[in-house]
């Protein structure tokens, strides 16, 4: 897949070339959001290899920066990410994917969302309590990936 050289903001900005801005570790950020309900699912990011797969197979492949490695999602647990539609913002630095979620989930926890709490921004504490928004998790993730290690890198 040829993507187009960034030759000035007039192309980059109002311009019909898609040349994306990948940062210094090669990297292009993500929000993936339910493309009926506009739920936020997920954040990540995509190398130019995921970029282009996500693109090929209209399923959305991210890149794993904790195990260093391309995560095309639903690949293990089978709750894969339809593209119904991708855009990129104005100066191409960050993508914007519309999914249909076969299984209803997204979150490796078990939750529909990544985004499953929030943070108690009233609460008369130094340091603010996290609720949770979600009470039921959609599958349990020892069942989908057994015993392995989380992903998330503390």
Same mark, same amino acid.
């Given at each position: 897949?040829?993507? &187009? $050289?960034?030759?000035?903001?007039? $192309? ?6 898609? &040349? %994306?801005?990948?940062?210094? @570790? !090669?990297?292009? %950020? *993500?929000? +993936? ?10 954040? !990540?990011?995509? @190398?130019?290899? =995921? ?6 197979? $209209?399923? &959305? ?14 690949? +293990? ?25 076969? !299984? #209803? =989930?997204?979150?490796?926890? #078990? ?7 929030? *943070?108690?921004?009233? =609460?008369?504490?130094?340091?603010? %309590? ?15 990936? #057994?015993? =392995? ?6």
């Amino acid at each position: 897949m040829q993507f &187009a $050289q960034r030759s000035s903001v007039e $192309q980059v900005e109002e311009g019909h070339d898609l &040349a %994306p801005k990948f940062d210094a @570790n !090669g990297l292009i %950020p *993500v929000v +993936t959001t339910d493309h009926q309900s506009g739920e936020l699912l997920m954040h !990540g990011y995509m @190398n130019l290899e =995921a970029f282009e797969k996500t693109i090929n197979l $209209q399923e &959305a492949v991210y890149f794993s920066r904790s195990r260093n490695v391309l995560w095309h999602k639903g690949a +293990t647990s089978g709750l894969v990410q339809k593209v119904v539609e991708m855009r990129i913002d104005d100066d191409q630095d960050c993508v914007w994917l519309r999914v249909d979620v076969s !299984g #209803g =989930a997204s979150c490796h926890v #078990g939750y529909r969302s990544c985004f499953y709490r929030k *943070v108690e921004l009233e =609460a008369e504490t130094e340091t603010p %309590p996290l609720v949770f928004m979600e009470s039921e998790k959609v599958f349990d993730p020892k069942e989908v990936y #057994g015993d =392995a290690p989380n992903p998330t890198k503390l």
